[in-house]
């Protein structure tokens, strides 16, 4: 099933920005927990940004090492998942995954374990050049 989509990589020079794109079909509203991970070849898949879902308010959680760089959302309008990238750096260069699951994470340890979500899309490159 072709559920996640992901686009809007590229090849950048340092201090660039890009903003990804996770679409969603079928049942997008049945993804409780979505998030972004990264992954370079020989090694382990990162996870970058994750978005819970709350009662009144969704948890958002980042890694150290793109807070303050890189912003996650969720565009309701047109089922989509969102991830600006701004500032960036060669050492942000990598693949880009988006993951989805029906559990409702709530916190930092299962929202970017990239073993908490059963849904992925098949990537997108990010490039960054100095």
């Known amino acids: 099933q072709a559920d996640l989509v992901e686009s809007g990589g590229g090849s950048v020079q340092s201090g660039g920005s890009l903003r990804l794109s996770c679409a969603t079909s079928g049942h997008p509203y049945t993804w409780v927990s979505m998030a972004w991970f990264r992954q370079v070849a020989g090694k382990e898949r990162e996870g970058v940004a994750g978005?819970?879902?709350?009662?009144?308010?969704?948890?958002?959680v980042y890694s150290a090492s793109v807070k303050g760089r890189f912003t996650i959302s969720r565009d309701e309008v047109n089922n989509a998942l969102l991830l600006q990238m701004n500032n960036l750096t060669p050492e942000h260069t990598a693949m880009y995954y988006c993951?989805?699951?029906?559990?409702?994470?709530?916190?930092?340890?299962?929202?970017?374990?990239?073993?908490?979500?059963?849904?992925w899309g098949r990537g997108t490159q990010v490039t960054v050049s100095s």
């Open positions: 978005i819970g879902r709350g009662e009144r308010t969704p948890d958002y």
């Open positions: 993951a989805a699951v029906h559990t409702n994470w709530q916190s930092r340890a299962y929202l970017l374990n990239p073993s908490s979500y059963r849904f």
